[in-house]
């Protein structure tokens, strides 16, 4: 956190741009609220889910968004606790993309469990036998965590840090920023672990259960490593995305490549243990169950999921990114990142959605699930409220320390004489 | 039972560094809105 008497005034587009943007977004939010309204008042029956689905949509997206998330805590703690500074550029970015993944994770839980005014029974009625209770637990503590994180980004606005109590809170919460990051990682890779792990503990379900190691079964350790390899793909997509829509340099390449290096790096460290875990699961885990490892893959949930979550998804970003001349490249670097993170969709998607379509009972069928438009209005709100959020955060808040030093040499006022009048136009003006 | 003790170490932590936080926050606020008084009286008294 910079000195508040060092902050630059930031260079925004206008109001009425702004709001037109903001507008197309709550748009988008309102149809999803409305679509929330519907489940939460006429009840789960509007959704696609059913006796064989009892995790449809919003579960996959909830996992998706969790493991995209944990580009925040995992460059916290590479930043605060490991001292990679490099992350300074974008670790206010990243806050704010986590927090948003979280807080709308949780939001979309809260219409996913039917009745949200008895949300509060999974602590007071806690099941400690569950690993459902730890993820909870855990989200919702580190929720907290990320909205402890955001606080100093907030006091750091031109209005409010005119607030001397709340300017000095934001100054005393990043004095101590370490121990947050630490909670953090903790926090994250206990649940992000505990969503894998049950899946892997669901021992009447094959194409789910996996061996490992004391209580922990090796789908922990696959979701805490592909969480981390695809969180900082998810923060360099969103900030190259941030640069391209505001025509704005917000950090300085190294820094987007570094990222995208470290997503590589970790990305083919899952891709090894997720190779050997699928190898040893078709060879050893689901024929001791009596299943063929083609027996798990029907359509529409063919092998082309398989393959295109380790190959198409996996080994080919994991290649682009490693190779620093791709990733200079801008085409190059979005393509790695947009690949890791469609990775992780099917990751989760085949963990929450196919492990359920697959038949564990003599008289079952191959189940296939469809989403309402209910469904798609809920996930279609936690994206425009995302949306919103990060426009209102890098408007008014400074979410990139170093803009104004990257700017400056492309932004100074220059006279243009237009029809004999002189008037001032910039070079860099922001187009959002 | 392992659970629950990490459970509320995590939150004790958190809930002692927040309020740390916010009572040095207030604890400096005022004092230096005591010491601004104080540099106001001197300044008066000296006749500056």
């Known amino acids: ?432 | 039972m392992i659970f629950f003790g990490a459970f509320y170490a995590v939150v004790i932590v958190l809930a002692t560094s927040v309020t740390y936080a916010a009572a040095r926050s207030i604890v400096d606020m005022f004092s230096t809105d005591h010491n601004s008084e104080e540099n106001t009286e001197e300044r008066s008294r000296s006749g500056q």
Request: proline share 4%; aromatic share 16%.
């Open chain 1, 1 to 432: 956190m910079s000195s508040p008497h060092d902050l630059p005034k930031l260079k925004r587009c206008s109001q009425k741009k702004f709001v037109l943007w903001l507008s197309f977004w709550g748009l988008l939010l309102l149809w999803g609220v409305y679509g929330a309204l519907i489940c939460l008042f006429k009840g789960l029956n509007q959704t696609g889910m059913n006796n064989y689905f009892v995790f449809g949509l919003w579960i996959c997206v909830d996992l998706t968004i969790i493991a995209l998330g944990a580009g925040a805590f995992f460059s916290g703690f590479l930043f605060y606790v490991l001292g990679v500074n490099q992350l300074k550029e974008l670790i206010g970015a990243a806050v704010v993309i986590g927090f948003i993944c979280y807080s709308g994770a949780i939001g979309m839980l809260t219409v996913d469990i039917g009745q949200p005014l008895r949300g509060y029974f999974s602590f007071w009625h806690a099941n400690v036998h569950s690993m459902l209770t730890e993820v909870i637990f855990c989200i919702t503590i580190y929720l907290f965590v990320l909205t402890i994180e955001f606080v100093p980004l907030i006091t750091e606005n031109e209005k409010i840090r005119q607030i001397p109590l709340l300017n000095r809170l934001g100054e005393h919460l990043h004095g101590i920023m370490v121990v947050f990051a630490l909670v953090g990682t903790f926090l994250s890779f206990f649940h992000q672990g505990s969503l894998g792990g049950m899946f892997g503990v669901l021992y009447a379900r094959p194409f789910s259960h996996r061996t490992g190691v004391a209580i922990w079964p090796w789908t922990f350790f696959l979701f805490i490593l592909s969480a981390i390899a695809s969180g900082p793909a998810l923060t360099t997509l969103v900030v190259w995305t941030t640069q391209k829509v505001t025509r704005r340099s917000l950090v300085s390449r190294s820094t987007l490549s570094k990222l995208a290096k470290i997503s590589a790096v970790l990305l083919v460290f899952y891709l090894v243990f997720k190779a050997a875990d699928t190898i040893y699961w078709a060879n050893v885990t689901a024929p001791g169950k009596g299943f063929t490892f083609a027996s798990f893959y029907r359509p529409p949930y063919g092998m082309w999921l398989l393959f295109s979550e380790l190959y198409l998804f996996g080994l080919v970003p994991a290649i682009i990114l490693l190779m620093p001349k791709a990733r200079d490249n801008d085409f190059w670097l979005v393509t790695g990142c947009l690949f890791t993170c469609m990775g992780i969709v099917i990751n989760r998607f085949s963990a929450t959605v196919q492990s359920l379509a697959v038949p564990v009972l003599p008289f079952e069928k191959f189940a296939v699930y469809s989403p309402t438009w209910q469904e798609w209005a809920v996930v279609a709100a936690v994206i425009g409220y995302g949306v919103i959020l990060y426009s209102l955060a890098y408007r008014y808040l400074h979410l990139f320390p170093r803009e104004s030093e990257l700017n400056e040499e492309i932004e100074p006022e220059i006279e243009v004489e237009i029809c004999g009048q002189r008037s001032l136009n910039s070079v860099g003006t922001p187009a959002i």
